[in-house]
């Protein structure tokens, strides 16, 4: 897993005056665009793109073509066209409410990442007036949704990635991989949620961008950190972030954010507020995170008189069955994380990392 660069060496360029200094009587400003005035355009700009354009095609592996509709044309609109369910995600942003279009070509059989999770991916990347910027070329490659990962992605695919799933795949005698089942989409993007005013190779200042998607697959990632004055180390605490969404209100599962950045998240609705204690950190980086001066991972550690299964010296959130790939080790855990007085199995218990009496128990 990366080091992670926490978190408030922040990108400013995109969201402050920036002045160069050419001479003492010589300058020149530029001044970046305010945010909700540059989403109202591109969200114009979005929607007619919808209504001005239609699916030519999609083959049997989700490749999609997406043309302009022609003068006098008769083709009908992505907007208007009920085959694939054209949808949106409202999405808190720089202090803008962004409601986001994606088009689902189809969700996926398997899980959906979280918007930290690393994916496995096959993408292309068009403006729109229909440049191509870049392409994965069919292959899937991987990438790290959280933003402050040492290669960030744009902020709009750990918005959008979150609603599909993954698939299966099968692996051939020669080694190779096919996958099937995928989750497969195009998501429309306003420029904020993109690279803004940072012009990119191909890619002009505020651009809205169009990407056509696969998600093959998907790794869990913990980062959880500890924070010991200006020190920062990333210190995993054994439970997965898509578990730590502790605020099912709103989204569900799935999205966890660091409001201690008040660049990107200057006044978050509750819905994105996922800190038990209360202190500031989120609990999916948090590694006490019912703040009673215990770490969650020793909140899980299996206690020498409680029921011992598997072969992790942790309960994991949940039971889990024997990994069926490995038929020499038997990896079940019949108990998940227990609640206060002892109870390892029934659904919607709280789990000790979130019971401040957790300790008086063991």
């Known amino acids: 897993m990366n080091k992670f660069k926490y978190y408030f060496i922040l990108l400013l360029a995109g969201i402050a005056m920036v002045s160069c200094n050419k001479s003492d009587d010589d300058e020149t400003t530029v001044v970046v665009r ?28 989700y490749d999609v073509v997406i ?18 369910p054209l949808e949106s995600r409202d999405v808190y942003n720089h202090d803008v409410d962004y409601k986001v279009y994606y088009l689902t070509l189809r969700k996926g059989t398997g899980e959906a990442p979280c918007n930290s999770d690393r994916i496995y991916a096959a993408y292309s990347g068009n403006l729109l007036n ?30 959008i990635f979150p609603k599909f799933r993954t698939g299966t795949s099968t692996t051939a005698a020669n080694g190779v991989v ?7 989409g195009v998501m429309f993007l306003p420029s904020g949620l993109a690279y803004y005013a940072n012009a990119q190779d ?38 997965p972030d898509y578990l730590e969404d502790v605020n ?33 950190i989120a609990d999916f980086l948090d590694i006490d995170d019912d703040g009673d001066g215990y770490t969650t991972r020793f909140e899980t550690t299996k206690p020498a008189d409680a029921p011992v299964t598997g072969i992790s010296k ?23 994380i227990p609640a206060f007085g002892g109870d390892y199995t029934s659904p919607g218990r709280l789990r000790i990392h979130v019971d401040k009496n957790h300790h008086s128990a063991k």
């Not at 229909?130 to 902020?155: H, K, M, N, R």
């Not at 096919?178 to 497969?184: E, I, S």
């Not at 696969?214 to 500890?226: N, Y």
């Not at 942790?314 to 079940?332: A, G």
């Open 34 to 61: 305010d945010y909700k005035e540059q989403y109202l355009k591109d969200k114009d700009s979005i929607e007619n793109y919808l209504k001005t354009n239609y699916i030519e095609s999609v083959s049997a592996d």
């Open 67 to 84: 043309k302009k509709i022609p003068a006098g044309g008769t083709q009908t609109s992505i907007w208007d066209q009920k085959t694939y």
């Open 178 to 184: 096919t996958y099937d089942n995928y989750g497969a």
């Open 202 to 239: 191909k890619i002009p200042s505020y651009s809205c961008l169009v990407f056509s998607f696969k998600l093959f697959g998907l790794l869990r990632l913990d980062h959880d950190i500890r924070i010991n004055g200006t020190a920062i180390s990333s210190e995993p605490d054994g439970i």
């Open 314 to 336: 942790y309960y994991p959130f949940d039971p889990i069955p024997d990994n069926p790939s490995t038929p020499n080790v038997d990896e079940s855990e019949t108990y998940g």
């Open 248 to 280: 099912k209100e709103g989204n569900g599962v799935g999205y966890v954010y660091d409001l201690r950045d008040k660049v990107r998240y200057p006044n978050p609705p509750a819905w994105m507020v996922d800190d038990t204690d209360g202190d500031g």
């Open 130 to 159: 229909g440049t191509l910027f870049d392409t994965s070329y069919g292959y899937g490659t991987q990438f790290e949704l959280f933003v402050y990962s040492d290669a960030p992605v744009i902020d709009g695919w750990g918005e």
